[in-house]
């Protein structure tokens, strides 16, 4: 589970004659992640694609364009079919040219709409203006401008031109047409030029005749002539994609499958007779494989497990983080990673490859993503109902959604909404009310969020406790970071990677002591010395041994890593471990925020050191009943109608904004511990994708 599945380094030789025997064969297992040739050996070259990949790579590319021209979905499919030669010379041709042309009909309606959209827009200012188009063009005499802005201006403009001898200027609104004569020596843009400089936005005069509002009439008749050509155009695509969907997937999934198989020899190596081909395959699978080969070819190819790639990278690896297991010739190959995780751990996975896919050689960490994630994000929301929310969004998610991201952070939120509902049945929480506290534990539940100012040393519990799962969770990063090391032999592992832990944790043990105990807070002695621990703190002498040992590791520290080594173990050490306080702040001000939405809508009031919400009866019963209650606030459902609707409006405002921060800030504080804190001691990734050559038939049966 820690390690992906073990791959075996394979080759398969043969004449060239039996190549596409070799590739469909090979094709059908699905289980061969190919190597490409890096052209080293000597005396052989990189294969070519087969015969006719260059066609079907073609077809391909318009099959493609089709299912998405006609907007084909998987829900169109149908049942699988067999698609042979003849139907894709035949069949698709005819569809092809029905789809081809009714496309190029869409376009050019779509584009005569576009066109008439735009006139539209430019006759409504003429029709705002109110004359008759014919009168605003074909004049040999007289120049004509229809336009938008300042009235006034335009008449003080023309008035002041020189080079017009008479005008008028009609007015409707912002709206004008100039009509001006200019003298006879005036240039042929006079009345234009008289405008320059005026804000004013010009119109062209559309050469129509008759009203402005008759004319924009056949505008949108003729746009509404236009948009029923369109549908018509759409209805006969629909019924092409209806008629033709189920062909077009299973053409465009056969032609896949051919332009694969043809660009096969690519990563082949080849010489004039013969080839050979290389890839990784799971060890469990290669049997199965070799008897596949064997039982279609016979003698005619070699098939031969090279190596089983250990866990632990060769000797000769190009440096840290950077190994590679040798292949035959002298080339190097990494073995491709297929992660190795109970299934209700999987979606774990994509959080892991949010930062990089595991390699090879490196340690999977999912299933310890699997078991903190959720822990630390329940133990910050720790809440019924909205566990039970998370939960039910995330198994929506998990099952309705195609994307296989989205889908797995959907698992995700299953899982971690089941915690939240855990640790909220511990605090005795629904939606931030006591309620499974008061009929589950009779008013005691085993945990308190520390809210209340009775309980404010749970708060400081809190505190505490994120410090110890600091220190557990780190140590395990750097623990797996030293057995890493430990096959570079065990002083490597001692000064950088154990070395670290050392430093930390003897510090730690060390605050943790009476040694030097008046400048440290109470808080360190007193928050665990309940029953059951009963823990008051290390004794000094524990102290001053634990920090003697810390010191140790920092003098291994510098020893392996120098000043940088010196400085960012000071700090990390303390800082990381108090990053982790994050998980104590973010439960007490998510709960904070939940009460304090219950209280504005249902009011409170405290007794003895404790908050009670009024959700049955309003503050005179609490003065009636309980005297020596002190009022918080009176709860707008205790008031008039506008503040109960008011309320209402808080309430379901104020709890989905409690759930969506959960997300955003109790989820990502929870990524960060785990991708900065914990992944940061010991974490490489780097690793390639498992990518079996062959395809998982969806639209198409075998022929």
């Known amino acids: 589970m820690l390690r992906p599945e073990q791959m075996s380094k394979v080759s398969v030789t043969g004449t060239k004659n039996v190549i596409e025997d070799v590739i469909d064969v090979t094709h059908d297992q699905r289980v061969l992640h190919l190597s490409d040739y890096d052209g080293t050996i000597e005396g052989f070259d990189a294969g070519s694609p087969l015969d006719g990949a260059d066609a079907a790579s073609e077809k391909l590319v318009t099959v493609r364009s089709l299912i998405n021209i006609l907007d084909v979905t998987e829900a169109d499919a149908g049942p699988a079919r067999i698609v042979t030669d003849e139907a894709l010379e035949g069949e ?77 200027v009609f007015t409707e609104g912002d709206v004008f047409a100039a009509v001006a004569y200019p003298e006879s020596n005036a240039p042929a843009d006079a009345l234009s030029e008289a405008l320059v400089g005026l804000e004013v936005e010009r119109y062209d005069v559309p050469e129509a005749e008759g009203s402005p509002a008759d004319y924009l009439e056949r505008l949108e008749h003729r746009k509404q002539q236009l948009r029923s050509d369109l549908e018509s155009v759409e209805s006969n695509l629909r019924s092409l994609r209806l008629e033709h969907a189920g062909f077009l997937l299973a053409a465009e999934e056969k032609l896949s499958i051919e332009v694969q198989k043809a660009e096969a020899p690519l990563s082949f190596a080849t010489t004039e007779h013969a080839f050979f081909a ?94 903190t994630f959720p822990i630390f994000y329940g133990f910050m929301i720790g809440d019924v109902g909205y566990g039970i929310l998370y939960t039910a969004a995330g198994w929506l998610m998990y099952t309705r959604l195609d994307s296989d991201a989205l889908a797995a952070l959907g ?64 140590t395990l990063g750097y623990a797996i970071d030293t057995y890493k090391r430990l096959r570079h032999g065990a002083w490597e592992a001692l000064t950088e990677g154990a070395s670290w832990a050392i430093l930390m944790v003897g510090l730690w043990v060390w605050i943790f002591s009476r040694a030097m105990e008046s400048a440290k807070p109470e808080l360190l002695f ?61 439960m007490l001000a998510k709960g904070g925020m939940a009460f304090v939405v219950n209280l504005l809508f249902f009011g409170a009031y405290q007794t003895e050191g404790e908050f009670h919400f009024m959700l049955n009866h309003g503050w005179s019963h609490v003065q009636s009943t309980h005297p020596e209650a002190t009022l918080m606030f009176g709860g707008l459902i205790h008031g008039s109608i506008a503040a109960v609707v008011g309320g209402v409006v808080i309430f379901v405002l104020g709890h989905a904004l409690v759930l969506a921060l959960g997300v955003t800030s109790a989820g990502l504080q929870a990524v960060r511990l785990e991708y900065v804190e914990f992944f940061g001691k010991f974490y490489e990734g780097g690793g390639e994708k498992y990518e079996p050559f062959g395809h998982q038939r969806t639209y198409t049966t075998q022929d």
Not at 528 to 547: E, R, Y
């Open 92 to 168: 698709f041709e005819s569809v092809r040219q029905q789809v081809n042309e009714l496309d190029d009909e869409r376009v050019a309606v779509e584009n005569d709409l576009e066109a008439i959209d735009e006139e539209i827009a430019a006759a409504e200012p003429f029709v705002t203006l109110g004359i008759d188009l014919d009168l605003l063009w074909g004049y040999d005499t007289l120049d004509v401008v229809v336009g938008e802005g300042d009235t006034d201006a335009v008449g003080h403009a023309l008035a002041d031109a020189g080079s017009i001898q008479s005008y008028e």
């Open 278 to 371: 290389e890839g990784w395959i799971p060890t469990r699978d290669y049997e199965s494989y070799a008897s596949a080969l064997k039982d279609a070819l016979g003698e005619r190819i070699e098939v031969e497990e090279l190596e089983r790639a250990a866990y632990e990278p060769p000797e000769h690896e190009v440096g840290h983080g950077e190994q590679e297991a040798v292949a035959d010739g002298g080339r190097t190959d990494q073995p491709p990673v297929v992660q190795d995780n109970p299934k209700v751990a999987e979606p774990f996975e994509m959080l892991v490859r949010v930062i990089n896919r595991p390699n090879y050689f490196d340690l999977d960490p999912t299933l310890i993503l699997f078991l």
């Open 411 to 474: 698992g995700v939120a299953v899982i971690s909404g089941l915690a939240t509902v855990v640790f909220g049945i511990l605090y005795g929480e629904v939606f931030g009310f006591h309620l499974i506290s008061e009929y589950v534990w009779a008013g005691h539940p085993p945990l308190h969020k520390g809210l209340m100012p009775a309980e404010g040393e749970w708060a400081r519990l809190w505190l505490v406790v994120s410090v110890l799962a600091a220190l557990l969770h780190l």
């Open 526 to 586: 007193t928050s665990l010395s309940g029953q059951p621990l009963g823990f008051t703190g290390f004794s000094p002498t524990v102290g001053w041994a634990a920090i003697v040992i810390g010191l140790a590791g920092y003098a291994l520290l510098i020893y392996a890593e120098g000043a940088i080594g010196a400085v960012e173990g000071a700090l990390n050490s303390l800082t990381h471990v108090l990053s982790y306080t994050r998980l104590a702040a973010v």
